[in-house]
């Protein structure tokens, strides 16, 4: 359907409103030559008469004028050629293009169809010609309004659709707080329904709350962010977290959307996205040693009780790893598990960052306060990790806390009960700390109930030729690259090599090499310096000396660490002269040793 035809209706109006009070006919047609509308004998079915040659010509793309007079249609050169000219009873016309957006949609004719209306178009030719154009230009804005209108219908269904789509709630609201719009997850949250449009907001959360907000922020002009407000209606009561921002239209306050989750639901998202990875579970633990595999057995003896777990073992031995899949192996699994890294938090946020905060605590304390991540974590697992890091003087807090099961959020007053299974994690020597006073003996105690210790990977050999194939295959994987193999020379050297810094050494290792690798093994030359230089040291040290090298290697190394010569001997076990001879006879620059 043509876009004029879509407003026939209207057309037909205005054909009929002019033709009252002109003396003429109208015929009005589209951009394909078929007529739309028209008076007198120009009625739709004469569709072939409507001047169409004049029609044609404006409506054609080379047609640089927007309006056209034919005096008399029996000499003019745009009837010459029509087939309907021996049965067209038109003497004169005036054609206009209707022109939307640069578009040509249509034409308007005014026809006379005797020898009078002939003689009075020719005499008014000028003003019937601008009458004729305004009237197309008429038609062609009411298109354009109803184009528009088409267009913004569309965007607003495609809005609601997004607006309906999207887990928060969301209620608009018009200046003086009536409900304008209610999506579906805010019908779902609160449950109600759509008979809510036009009511107040106040009939549908607590008077006190919203409605003081609503004013405070008309009245300083603030949009309101991550906010708790309680919702209380009939018997149900249950905290939001809501934005409310604020319709500007002209300056003007056109009123204020409110969009909101449920607070234990924000709890549960936040509580995932801070989890470091969701699908961790102990079978992503690979290992086939007897260490790992004993450590896994405990795991999946210990994981549904409520003890308190102390994971220790050097940098990237998994101990991370290991407390998401104790999580995962537990009861709590389908609740949070919140990490905490006790080193990364600076000593005056721990207490707030743990503990949360009242509103008011202290200066830019957010309003309505804040939960700390033991409150994050209730009826689930937090990780402390880095627990050697944990100030001293906060220690005798966090004891306590755990062993009355309660928090108190800074600046609050009264506790509250969490109910939280405790991981915690060091790479620290926790026993020395004890004994150097560096760690509390009675919180090493509490954490230590269930002790997991994690064996570095150069006491595990079995795991590292292991590991190195599994990250080979990740990452082979990952980066769309064909390797599947070590070369005999590039496996031993990864073998032999002491992996100070573990597993997560050896997967940045292999991440490392597969990005060089340029064939189908892994070859030393994509191996790490530091893994190609340890084997040297290795190779170096296995070496056995001639012994004269091996008595000057010996005498150098005295005279660096000794400042008297007479003590190098001494410790040589040797006579100061020996010495003296020594160092002639070996050639030795006791100023330059290095
Ligand atoms: N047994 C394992 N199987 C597979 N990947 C592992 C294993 N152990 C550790 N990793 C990987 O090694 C890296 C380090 O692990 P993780 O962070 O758990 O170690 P960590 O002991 O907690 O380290 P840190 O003490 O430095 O925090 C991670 O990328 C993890 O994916």
Redesign the pocket.
């Known amino acids: 359907m043509t876009k004029l035809r879509e407003i026939g209706s209207f057309l037909q109006r205005v054909a009929d409103a002019f033709a009252a009070v002109l003396d003429y006919e109208i015929s009005i047609a589209d951009h394909e030559l078929t007529s739309l509308t028209g008076t007198g004998e120009f009625d739709k079915e004469m569709k072939s008469l409507c001047g169409q040659g004049m029609s044609r010509y404006l409506l054609s793309d080379s047609a640089a004028t927007t309006s056209l007079f034919v005096e008399d249609t029996s000499s003019s050169e745009f009837c010459k050629h029509c087939q309907s000219k021996e049965v067209c009873p038109t003497k004169a016309a005036i054609v206009s293009c209707i022109r939307c957006s640069e578009q040509k949609m249509g034409a308007f004719s005014l026809i006379a169809v005797d020898e009078k209306q002939q003689q009075t178009m020719i005499e008014n030719k000028s003003e019937l010609m601008s009458f004729s154009q305004n009237v197309a230009n008429f038609i062609a804005s009411t298109l354009g309004e109803k184009q528009m209108r088409d267009q913004m219908k569309v965007m607003a269904d495609r809005f609601r659709a997004v607006i309906n789509s999207v887990h928060e709630g969301i209620i608009a609201i018009n200046a003086k707080g009536i409900i304008t719009h209610i999506n579906r997850s805010a019908k779902q949250l609160l449950g109600i329904g759509q008979e809510k449009l036009g009511e107040d907001i106040d009939n549908l959360f607590s008077k006190i709350e919203l409605d003081k907000i609503l004013q405070e922020m008309l009245e300083q002009n603030y949009n309101y962010f991550e906010e708790e407000i309680e919702y209380k209606k009939e018997n149900k009561s249950f905290p939001l977290l809501c934005n409310i921002t604020l319709i500007n239209n002209n300056d003007q306050i056109a009123g204020a959307t409110i969009s909101f989750r449920k607070l234990d639901e924000m709890k549960k998202l936040a509580n995932r996205i801070m989890a470091e990875d969701e699908r961790i579970t102990l079978d ?4 086939t040693s007897n260490q ?1 595999v004993n450590i896994k057995k405990k795991v999946k003896k210990v994981a549904s009780t409520d003890s308190t777990i102390l994971i220790r ?10 407390a998401q899949a104790i999580h995962k192996e537990s009861n709590r699994c389908d609740n949070s598990f919140v990490t905490v890294n006790c080193a990364a938090i600076p000593e005056n946020l721990l207490e707030s960052e743990l503990f949360g905060y009242e509103e008011g605590a202290f200066t830019g304390a957010k309003k309505g306060g804040k939960p700390g991540k033991f409150e994050l974590a209730d009826e689930g697992t937090i990780f402390l ?2 627990i050697g890091d944990m100030p001293i003087q906060f220690q005798v807090k966090l004891l306590k806390a755990i062993e009355n099961k309660r928090i108190m959020r800074v600046g609050g007053v009264e506790p509250i009960d969490i109910n939280v299974r405790i991981i915690a ?1 060091t ?1 620290q020597d926790l026993d020395k700390m004890v004994t150097k006073g560096t760690f509390r003996e009675d919180l090493f105690y509490r954490l230590n109930v269930i002790p997991i210790n ?1 064996p570095p990977l150069r006491e595990r050999q079995e ?1 590292i030729s292991l ?1 190195l194939h ?1 990250f080979l295959e990740k990452y082979a994987e990952l980066l769309n690259k064909e390797i599947k193999d070590f070369t005999a020379k590039a496996k031993k050297k990864l073998l032999n090599y002491s992996w100070p810094g ?3 050494e050896l ?1 940045n290792t292999i991440e490392y090499a597969v990005n060089l690798e340029t064939s189908h093994q892994i070859t030393i030359q994509s191996l790490p310096n530091r893994i190609l230089k340890y084997q040297l040291q290795v190779e170096e040290k296995d070496r056995v000396l001639p012994i004269n090298e091996v008595e000057k290697k010996t005498i150098i190394k005295a005279l660096k660490k000794f400042e008297t010569k007479q003590r190098a001997a001494e410790v040589l076990g040797i006579s100061e002269t020996t010495l003296y001879r020594r160092i002639k006879k070996y050639n030795i620059d006791s100023n330059r040793l290095d």
């Open positions: 992503s633990i690979k290992g790992i073992g050097a940098s990237g031995t998994g101990k991370g790893m290991f990790d880095e994690a790479n994690i795991d590991l599994f573990n597993i997560r997967e």
